[in-house]
């Protein structure tokens, strides 16, 4: 397989210069017309919802719109390029068909749509960390710190981590627009974990925080991105932010092939390869985003892999953009996180010899606060001028939202032993990532016993993503939908059971491989359900495609 | 001068290509050298600190960065370009002052900085409403809303309001990403609060729940900016988030004067010649923006020149973006807001016959909740392809933060008479509001008994925004140390009294004039104080420079 990756991305390389066929999009027309000439019944019950065409509900026809002065053809081109498949069509039709339901229980065969498109653990149920959320509220309401009831209510080391924070707030105004690199002192904090992460030093005017990690890598490919001409080199499989971030900004994402034979290795050949067809046809190579632990595929890299990156990028000139959202996400007693920048200073690289920027969030870990928007973005080697044009775009939104700082501080500074919250948030952890263990191993178990199917183990991150070696009638079937084999099969699976999984199309793949990504994040107590949901639907669309 | 301001237009837009003169740079290199050239001791004193080069601190020479990939000249050179003054050199200066007084009290000739370059109230001791923080507190921790504790602590209908908003969240989950627009029950309250507010039906489906209101900006900028030749109609002076992201996203800034002589009216006229000279010069204009209540001008437009607005987008095919986030700041009787909205509903002009977006703020008002980055745009007049687009650019950052979706929710739906909370809260609401009116006239009147200075009075918004006659001593010693003159008048001013107000160069201004934008949001108990340092250094000022 390996050897086919690289074959198939030289290929690509060579003969397509926006690397559409790599991202292909993930459905077309499905549900639009020609159905009718297949002749299977279960097929016809799959198919007889239509998503809406808009995601606005709107009863009027675009025609009336004839006046409006934008037209599709007069946007901007880059917006209409771009694709962010995780919140793509078929999340819109899941929606719909969530609304059916909820106006006429029974009209599908499920009671509930299962979201597994995206990392979104507490819309599954997942609970927020006790002790953040004292944090969060007392911050929110400072007036109650002093009172009586507010000692019944909340945690003693809640009440003083509160004090604590806002005593680093100018006027203790958490209301109030921060410095637009955010709060000085929360910056500390983040700085001191990391520090005793990495066991070296970190520095607060590095960070920048920003409502969760998406604006941080926005803002640096508008740093980095010009022109058409200005190359990203992605991995494929990858998390299409990046996709979409490239394209907004203009710029041409270059491909490398994480391979699947091998749990999704990174091969450094590989990159050479890419990099230097890249070159080759006029493209610079600006930065490598390497995501660690995997999205969507699950793996964690090995230190002297990671080392590897490091050294390949000081030689190249590139800027290392670290997507480590997932640091917190490991399943695997024989893998470990180790952050770019703790392997680039074990090196013994300092802040002069490599430009590396790390990612974080409050999104994922053990936490999952997707909704609070928080992250940051650790900038190391870069000039003080180029720091200076980075302060200024983050200065132009001004700051971001000050209870997403002040959780990404708590993240990286979580209760310690001694603390009265100490026990209970330790349980609480352990609990979440121990669950997301089990969930993950029995999902991949689950996916690895389907006809067809293959799945790398998830070591980390919060996704699995199998291979489905689809049946030929089934891509012939897509085909005359007009839509791509595996959002095909994604389709069917949701209209059959209510589950949404994300086409591999979304995330890119070796060409004529078709993969989804699903989460591992519903309670552990409807994973039973889930697989045998899963397990039952492949069977009968095996049934009805098998050769 | 509204002739001036036309025939200085006429000529701008006849002989530059970037507009780049009505738009200079506030600052340049004030500090830089030849100082000592000017003999005054007086300036000298002013003179004798300098700005950080780099907001981040950073001991390193740039030179030590020579192997570093990134460079300034290959940077986006959309980013160099940007300027946003009001996070600009004078406020890194004023954080430097900040902290050298926190080390050595008694080094400036003043004890604390007062920011008056920014609207964030809360920074300057403004407190928040209560039953917002309240209801935000309890969706965060929502763990203690059956406690019995609670029901002494917060107010019985914040208790109600953050079950129904909890009920309206899918899985109660605060913490989940939400619909990439917003929660839709959100979403269903703020339509709600803009029919209240005009008298006309509003759908949540056209809301968009956003950071803050510059994400929203951004995202239409990004929709609508296909290249340089794309031109959005812009007031000068303007609030520079849209200079800075018309830069960002690559087009050209197409001014049209505010006249001062009229209260900074906006004259139709000036419209049509700005756009039929852009015209000429092949740019496509392809939105209007109108600031009301106006920043940094403070003015309040009257009916019937919105209604001309109206019709002169309709007419010309043009977007018409309306920044509202100032819609609950007026000053005087005689003046009230009406959104563009029920403007064109008034006049009969329905969904489909013009394209308006309003952005709306939770961080202006007499809430004044910079910190928790709330907001959103209302969209209509789009047809449903264009809609779904916007959508999709929305999807790609998941959803704005939730904290910000409830605070915006709060202030379109605020308590209503018979809320336990209803007293209080418009009692607080009406003391910010009436001191805030008070505190504008104060400032306006000292403005206008400054000798060479003049000001138009502040109806609306938080800013005063006064014209300054240099003496022709002071525009020379500008010159010698290379910087615009209103700039070099607001440096000193830095350095006399610590007050920090924005160079009139940071927003536009007619050329040779010269201007700087004071907020109004000192606590009222500190503005004689305020109004005396700023009489006196104008006094000294005068007396150095007058001819």
């Given at each position: 397989m390996r050897k086919f990756a690289a074959e198939r991305s030289r290929y690509l390389l060579a003969h397509t210069n926006d690397f559409s066929s790599v991202l292909?999009?993930?459905?077309?027309?499905?549900?639009?017309?020609?159905?009718?000439?297949?002749?299977?019944q279960l097929l016809l019950r799959f198919l007889n919802t239509t998503a809406a065409p808009n995601p606005s509900s709107s009863d009027s026809m675009a025609s009336d719109y004839s006046s409006a002065p934008v037209k599709l053809d007069s946007i901007n081109p880059k917006v209409l390029e771009c694709e962010y498949a995780v919140r793509g069509e078929i999340v819109t039709l899941a929606q719909k068909l969530q609304e059916e339901l909820k106006k006429n229980p029974g009209s599908h065969p499920f009671d509930e749509i299962l979201?597994?498109?995206?990392?979104?653990p507490q819309s599954l149920g997942q609970q927020p960390i006790t002790f953040f959320r004292e944090v969060l509220a007392l911050c929110d309401h400072p007036a109650i710190l002093d009172k009586a009831e507010t000692q019944g209510l909340f945690s003693a080391d809640s009440i003083e981590r509160a004090f604590q924070i806002l005593d680093q707030i100018p006027g203790r105004a958490t209301g109030a627009y921060s410095h637009s690199q955010g709060i000085k002192g929360l910056r500390d904090t983040i700085a001191a974990g990391i520090e005793a992460r990495d066991g070296f030093p970190a520095d607060p005017n590095d960070i920048f925080l920003t409502d969760g990690a998406s604006p941080a890598v926005h803002m640096m490919m508008q740093l980095l991105?010009?022109?058409?001409n200005d190359g990203i080199l992605c991995p494929?499989?990858?998390?299409p932010l990046y996709s979409a971030s490239i394209a907004l900004h203009g710029g041409t994402l270059v491909p490398y092939y994480l391979d699947e034979a091998t749990g999704w290795g990174l091969e450094i050949s590989d990159l050479k390869n890419q990099l230097e067809t890249a070159k080759s046809r006029g493209i610079s190579v600006r930065a490598l985003v390497v995501i660690n632990p995997g999205n969507p595929t699950g793996q964690v890299l090995a230190e002297n892999n990671q080392q590897q990156i490091v050294d390949f990028c000081k030689k190249e000139g590139l800027v290392l953009l670290a997507d480590e959202v997932y640091q917190e996400n490991i399943y695997v007693p024989d893998k470990q996180f180790h952050s770019f920048k703790k392997v680039a200073r074990s090196m013994?690289?300092?802040?002069?010899?490599i430009s590396l920027v790390s990612f974080q969030s409050v999104s994922k870990g053990y936490y999952g606060e997707c909704g609070k928007r928080g992250g940051y973005m650790e900038v190391t080697g870069f000039s003080p001028e180029i720091r200076e044009q980075i302060y200024k775009v983050a200065s132009v939104n001004l700051c971001s939202n000050i209870s997403g700082q002040i959780l990404a501080s708590l993240v990286m500074n979580p209760p310690k032993v001694g603390d009265e919250s100490y026990e209970s948030y330790s349980a609480e952890k352990d609990a979440i990532l121990s669950s997301l263990a089990r969930r993950a191993k029995k999902l991949e178990e689950a996916f690895n016993g389907l006809e067809g199917v293959t799945c790398n183990r998830a070591e980390g991150a919060m996704y699995l993503f199998p291979r489905i070696e689809l049946p030929k009638k089934a891509i012939e079937a897509a085909k005359a939908v007009n839509t791509a084999p595996d959002a095909f099969y994604a389709r069917l699976l949701l209209n059959a059971t209510g589950i949404v999984v994300v086409p591999g199309s979304g995330f890119g793949q070796v060409p004529g491989t078709w993969h989804f990504r699903c989460t591992i994040l519903p309670q552990e107590d409807r994973i039973p359900a889930i697989i045998s949901r899963l397990t039952e639907f492949h069977k009968g669309f095996m049934d009805e495609f098998r050769g």
């Open positions: 292909q999009h993930p459905t077309a027309s499905l549900y639009s017309s020609s159905s009718r000439s297949l002749k299977s979201y597994c498109n995206i990392g979104n991105i010009r022109s058409k494929i499989p990858q998390y013994g690289y300092g802040e002069k010899d």
